[in-house]
């Protein structure tokens, strides 16, 4: 099957540094195929075929471990659940000049139909939307600042996402879509 595996806060300001050619040979030591990486702050996309998916996050923490000693928390997702994800991004939504468009993956003890509205967010500023095991919002860069977006950096359900912009995960589908 095909995966993507989502690293949770390396190499920001400074932090986990985890060379990406590094982190592909520990993944490819712990068993996994076709390992592909983008861009630093971690997206892996590879194949495997004899674990079950809920053995896969545990197995990569550990390979993490072992070859940067760090205790970085992995989220893994699928092709079919990437492609669920896919089915609510509107195509039009993009990370530039005047738009901010993110996909917050979330971890299960918080994939909720409560948690969207656990975001700080002022209302009527952007939009949010949710997807299985996800919650997607994109916002104007100039309604930005002012959307109460920032206060979710730090709080206790933050730690228990990882957050990728709309042109990361679409670039991770795309890697995730030539494995196969």
Do not use: C
């Amino acid at each position: 099957m095909i995966y993507t595996a989502l690293l949770r806060g390396i190499n920001v300001g400074g932090n986990n540094k985890i060379d990406m050619k590094e982190l592909k040979v520990a993944f490819e030591e712990a068993g996994m195929k076709q390992v592909k990486t983008y861009i630093n702050s971690g997206n892996i996309v590879f194949n495997e075929d004899t674990l079950p998916q809920a053995e896969l996050a545990p197995r990569l923490e550990a390979a993490i471990a072992k070859h940067f000693g760090l205790q970085i928390r992995v989220l893994i997702r699928s092709l079919d659940e990437m492609q669920a994800v896919f089915e609510v991004l509107p195509e039009h939504w993009s990370n530039d000049n005047g738009m901010k468009s993110d996909v917050f993956f979330l971890w299960d003890e918080v994939d909720e139909p409560s948690v969207p509205a656990l975001l700080p967010l002022k209302p009527g500023i952007g939009t949010l939307l949710t997807a299985p095991r996800a919650i997607l919002y994109s916002v104007s860069r100039e309604d930005a600042a002012s959307s109460g977006m920032d206060k979710l950096v730090g709080s206790k359900l933050y730690k228990q996402m990882t957050v990728r912009n709309v042109n990361t995960t679409r670039k991770i589908m795309q890697l995730m879509q030539e494995l196969r």
